[in-house]
């Protein structure tokens, strides 16, 4: 079994797709609209903690949160390259 075997697993992967799913939506729509941020975090919150709690099968709270947080990595990271890195 190699370190990659350990490393990349499904909630590694789930992750990155919560993370960067959010921060491209935040880098696109952040620069001229202000409510991405708002949008993002909290549908994904609804998503999360409502619909996937009711319609995804052994979805369990500790599963939603760090899918949220995910959404709120990327919404950070997002956040960070609009504020810090000039294009």
């Known amino acids: 079994m190699s370190i990659l075997d350990k490393i990349v697993t ?38 999360e903690f409502y619909i996937d709690k009711h319609f995804e099968q052994s979805q369990s709270f500790n599963d939603n949160l760090v899918d949220w947080i995910g959404y709120a990595t990327g ?3 997002a956040l960070c390259a609009l504020r810090y890195l000039a294009y």
């Open 75 to 77: 919404t950070g990271l």
């Open 10 to 47: 499904p909630k590694f992967i789930t992750f990155q797709a919560h993370c960067w799913f959010a921060y491209t939506f935040v880098h696109t729509f952040q620069p001229h609209h202000w409510w991405a941020l708002y949008a993002m975090l909290g549908g994904a919150a609804v998503k």
